[in-house]
């Protein structure tokens, strides 16, 4: 089959790990008669140099017609980048929000998974990893505290700076049942994670989470405070199946998930709206540090094409050998420097995608 993938390999190291995931892909619809045709969109800081906009509605209508999103990443160091001091609205990140909210794309699903080989990159003890974790983190990701109204302003001569946090109880629903679906077809135990305590949005949370939970017996509910599972992430990661948060406690707890993987260049993302489509992108940022030097890791862009795979395309099997491609470089020694320590084999990022590309057979 044909399938048509808007490619947006954005800024930093986003050009490079996007390559990664093409020779993936491409590899995949060699060896299984798929044809992956890619249109490319200019997006974050690059769109700006371009179009003095992060995002065009050129842009946006392409990737609306195509059939899912394949996306690098967005954005140079922040608070010292050409694209910093401009307004919000015209900063490489604005592009991103405005895609995922042009795209309907409210929920982020955020796996993370401790590979055995990567036990040694887990900052955990030993007797914390126990017998290691896999939990996803399913994310709000078109409301909340990246949508609401904000301004700066001096008020009775105080500059002050507002963000608002809003949620409607269609908004929470809607990731709710997401989040209970996947759990259904996994462990079967859902952590809602609010700061009840405090926030109003929260108290409604809560409230819609627990409506919700009534439609799926079969899977136990239970809350958290948002510190509280901060804490609990490096206390007893095992603990968790699914969590289901809102937009900005999902950015924050999702870093520190991935970093329990071993790096954040392993944790993939998908974020989807009510259908199949989706964008699939790494959790992790542009790391313009890193940018050009061919040493950035593709696997968490890799195993998002794989994501891609799996959710937009039904491609199951497809998924399951890019994702044993993956594991089994990894069993055989192989370490972008992200990952790496004594004893192993380093590898640059076009040698890793090689490497997976060849165990595609
Ligand atoms: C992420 C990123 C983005 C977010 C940034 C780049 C706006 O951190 O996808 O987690 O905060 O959502
Ligand atoms: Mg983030």
Same mark, same amino acid.
């Given at each position: 089959?044909?399938?048509?993938?808007?490619?947006?390999?954005?800024d930093?190291?986003?050009?490079?790990?996007?390559?990664?995931?093409?020779?993936?892909?491409?590899?995949?619809?060699?060896?299984?008669?798929?044809?992956?045709?890619?249109?490319?969109? $200019?997006?974050?800081g690059?769109?700006?140099?371009?179009?003095?906009?992060?995002?065009?509605?050129?842009?946006?209508?392409?990737?609306?017609?195509?059939?899912?999103?394949?996306?690098?990443?967005?954005g140079g160091n922040?608070?010292?980048s050409?694209w910093y001091?401009?307004?919000?609205?015209?900063?490489p990140?604005?592009?991103?929000?405005?895609?995922?909210?042009?795209?309907? $794309?409210?929920?982020?699903?955020?796996?993370?998974?401790?590979?055995?080989?990567?036990?040694?990159?887990?900052?955990?003890?030993?007797?914390?990893?126990?017998?290691?974790?896999?939990?996803?983190?399913?994310?709000?990701?078109?409301?909340?505290?990246?949508?609401?109204?904000?301004?700066?302003?001096?008020?009775?001569?105080?500059?002050?700076?507002?963000?608002?946090?809003?949620?409607?109880?269609?908004?929470?629903?809607?990731?709710?049942?997401?989040?209970?679906?996947?759990?259904?077809?996994?462990?079967?135990?859902?952590?809602?994670?609010?700061?009840?305590?405090?926030?109003?949005?929260?108290?409604?949370?809560?409230?819609?989470?627990?409506?919700?939970?009534?439609?799926?017996?079969?899977?136990?509910?239970?809350?958290?405070?948002?510190?509280?599972?901060?804490?609990?992430?490096?206390?007893?990661?095992?603990?968790?199946?699914?969590?289901?948060?809102?937009?900005?406690?999902?950015?924050?707890?999702?870093?520190?998930?991935?970093?329990?993987?071993?790096?954040?260049?392993?944790?993939?993302?998908?974020?989807?709206?009510?259908?199949?489509?989706?964008?699939?992108?790494?959790?992790?940022?542009?790391?313009p540090?890193?940018?050009?030097?061919?040493?950035?890791?593709?696997?968490?862009?890799?195993?998002?094409?794989?994501?891609?795979?799996?959710?937009?395309?039904?491609?199951?099997?497809?998924?399951?050998?890019?994702?044993?491609?993956?594991?089994?470089?990894?069993?055989?020694?192989?370490?972008?420097?992200?990952?790496?320590?004594?004893?192993?084999?380093?590898?640059?990022?076009?040698?890793?995608?090689?490497?997976?590309?060849?165990?595609?057979?």
């Amino acid at each position: 089959m044909n399938y048509n993938i808007a490619v947006i390999p954005g800024d930093g190291i986003g050009p490079e790990i996007i390559g990664e995931a093409r020779k993936i892909l491409d590899k995949v619809g060699a060896v299984y008669h798929h044809l992956f045709d890619y249109t490319e969109v $200019l997006m974050g800081g690059i769109s700006i140099d371009t179009y003095g906009v992060p995002l065009t509605d050129e842009a946006l209508e392409t990737a609306k017609n195509s059939d899912s999103v394949l996306l690098g990443a967005v954005g140079g160091n922040v608070g010292n980048s050409k694209w910093y001091d401009v307004a919000p609205n015209l900063r490489p990140e604005a592009g991103l929000l405005a895609i995922r909210k042009g795209l309907n $794309l409210f929920a982020n699903i955020r796996p993370a998974y401790l590979y055995k080989e990567l036990a040694d990159a887990c900052p955990l003890k030993k007797e914390i990893i126990g017998d290691g974790f896999d939990m996803v983190i399913m994310r709000e990701l078109t409301g909340g505290l990246y949508f609401g109204d904000r301004y700066t302003k001096e008020v009775d001569g105080v500059m002050t700076a507002v963000d608002t946090l809003t949620y409607n109880e269609n908004e929470i629903r809607r990731i709710a049942v997401k989040a209970f679906d996947i759990a259904m077809k996994r462990k079967k135990q859902v952590i809602s994670v609010d700061k009840a305590n405090v926030l109003d949005s929260s108290r409604l949370w809560r409230k819609v989470v627990e409506e919700v939970a009534q439609d799926y017996p079969e899977v136990t509910l239970n809350h958290m405070l948002v510190d509280n599972c901060a804490m609990q992430l490096v206390m007893n990661p095992g603990q968790f199946d699914v969590i289901l948060t809102e937009n900005m406690f999902g950015d924050i707890l999702s870093d520190e998930a991935s970093m329990i993987t071993g790096s954040i260049g392993m944790l993939s993302s998908a974020s989807m709206n009510e259908s199949k489509f989706g964008m699939y992108e790494p959790s992790h940022g542009s790391a313009p540090d890193i940018a050009g030097k061919n040493i950035a890791n593709p696997i968490a862009t890799i195993l998002s094409a794989a994501m891609m795979l799996r959710y937009s395309f039904d491609l199951d099997k497809e998924a399951d050998v890019v994702e044993a491609a993956v594991e089994q470089v990894l069993k055989e020694g192989y370490r972008t420097g992200d990952i790496y320590s004594d004893g192993f084999k380093k590898v640059s990022t076009t040698e890793m995608g090689d490497l997976i590309a060849e165990r595609i057979i």
